[in-house]
């Protein structure tokens, strides 16, 4: 991998980090940030989510200090110039999922495009 390609993966990561941090989910401005304005997710419950409807559960307080995401198997690749795809393991209370993300590059910075969960046994 390129010194410009590890960057881009670790700009990612660190964006995904920044999502799952229960101070950065209460604050609609900061989530707002980091989701690309046409952002979607097709959730673990099988919902289809949009920007709108993200910052309504994330400002909920969905994820607290107390009860964070444990983060496991983090692994990114670009895919192309400005476009790269993160996968990884996640546990919050007991509820365990992979993910898969996909972050794009604005002139704004890194900002998650697409986002998608399966649940695990």
């Not at 700009?11 to 989910?25: Q, T, Y």
């Not at 409807?53 to 983090?74: C, R």
């Not at 110039?81 to 704004?108: C, I, K, N």
Request: aromatic share 8%; no cysteine.
């Amino acid at each position: 991998m390129t010194d410009e390609s590890e960057r881009a993966v670790q700009a990612a990561v660190e964006g995904e980090m920044r999502l799952l941090d229960p101070v950065v989910r209460a604050s609609p401005d900061r989530v707002l940030a980091l989701l690309d304005p046409e952002f979607t997710e097709i959730g673990a419950s099988g919902r289809r989510w949009d920007v709108e409807s993200i910052l309504t559960v994330t400002s909920g307080g969905s994820v607290s200090a107390e009860s964070p995401v444990e983060v496991s198997e983090v692994s990114g690749v670009v895919l192309a110039p400005g476009v790269v795809h993160l996968t990884y393991f996640a546990d919050h209370q007991g509820r365990r999922a992979w993910r898969s993300s996909l972050w794009r590059l604005t002139r704004t910075g890194w900002r998650l495009y697409f986002h998608q969960g399966t649940l695990t046994g």
